[in-house]
């Protein structure tokens, strides 16, 4: 199939899908995304299988045409893609820094699968990400995303968020990194927090 692909043949793909199984469409797919091939990649992208979670066939091809600038060849794999494979091309794209790729596939993406991958960015520490998409977040779910990130021990992301947050979900971070015994997200928050919340946070980790 690979070979068929690279000649942009799309009868003989078609002869052969039957015979391919994932992985051999997955290369393709990347051969149909370096060729530009539109014809191709939607002939491809329903052939690559049914998946619990994501799909990643298409979330490599997804990465690989982001980080080439492929508008077009994005928009059609986008089609064939449902929101975690999209979601977890992201990740992979900002946990590696191709923010211009990042921001080019969050622009498929709706509010709901926005606040999911702020919620994925921080359970995974994946600062850009996070930085990326803290703007659009209301005060619940950036106070949610603070304690997820000072339980875990992550200091990136928690500095990354700080400059959001209110003293009511600074205090409550401080309590979580306290309980946690995070020692060092212990003194980020700490200079962010008045007496009292540091006393209040040392009372309920006693």
């Known amino acids: 199939m690979a070979v068929a692909a690279s000649r942009g043949d799309l009868e ?5 899908e039957e015979k391919c199984d994932p992985t051999d ?7 149909a995304v370096e060729n530009n091939s539109a014809d ?3 002939l491809l992208a329903p052939m690559t299988g049914v ?11 997804l990465v690989q045409a982001a980080r080439k600038d ?3 060849m994005v928009d059609i794999l986008v089609q064939y893609s449902d929101q975690p494979t999209v979601e977890e091309a992201i990740l992979q794209l900002s946990s590696n820094g191709d923010i211009a790729a990042t921001k080019l596939l969050l622009e498929k993406c709706d509010i709901v699968s ?12 994946v600062v850009e990400l996070v930085e990326i998409l803290l703007e ?8 949610w995303a603070l304690m997820t990130a000072s339980a875990n021990g992550y200091i990136g992301t928690v500095k990354s968020m700080l400059h959001k947050c209110d003293s009511t979900s600074i205090g409550c971070a401080l309590e ?23 006393c209040d946070a040392i009372a309920s980790a006693m």
């Open 12 to 16: 003989m793909t078609k002869l052969l």
């Open 40 to 42: 191709m990649l939607h």
């Open 114 to 125: 926005t606040k999911h991958l702020f919620v994925k960015a921080t359970e995974k520490d």
């Open 136 to 143: 659009q977040m209301d005060t619940s779910c950036i106070r």
């Open 70 to 72: 492929q508008v077009a």
């Open 25 to 31: 469409v997955g290369r393709s797919l990347k051969i």
């Open 176 to 198: 979580v990194a306290v309980h946690k015994r995070e020692l060092a997200v212990v003194d980020v928050l700490r200079e962010r927090c008045d007496l009292t919340s540091i």
């Open 51 to 61: 998946y619990i979670k994501e799909d990643p066939y298409i979330v490599a091809a």
